[in-house]
């Protein structure tokens, strides 16, 4: 059974930073892509980042520059590191698996 989840969320500052982390288990972790994924309240769920099993990565424009994916085959996790936050970065995180599953989500909350 392959699980997902996330960790890392929390309330920070405009300006800060975060590292979201994404433990996975149950599939050959290193041969698929990993993504982030964010959710504000009321829009729809958005792609954020991916990386794929040759650790190419690939980013929306709201976040290019500002965030960096990266991924760790021999622990099985994902890491999406978040620089220079806005109130606009608020929302749920999500990682999903190359094969379709997601976590249950991490809250980032960042504040004028």
């Known amino acids: 059974q392959v699980q997902v989840e996330e960790s890392g969320g929390g309330l920070v500052q405009a300006g800060a930073s975060l590292r979201l982390s994404c433990k996975v288990s149950g599939l050959d972790f290193r041969l698929f892509t990993m993504g982030w994924y964010r959710q504000a309240t009321g829009k729809s769920r958005e792609f954020v980042a991916d990386?794929?099993?040759?650790?190419?990565?690939k980013y929306s424009s709201a976040v290019k520059g500002r965030f960096g994916i990266s991924r760790d085959n021999s622990e099985n996790m994902v890491y999406i590191q978040m620089d220079t936050l806005k109130p606009e970065d608020t929302g749920v995180y999500y990682c999903?698996?190359?094969?379709?599953?997601w976590g249950q989500g991490t809250q980032v909350t960042v504040s004028t």
């Open positions: 990386i794929n099993s040759a650790h190419s990565m």
């Open positions: 999903k698996d190359g094969m379709g599953n």
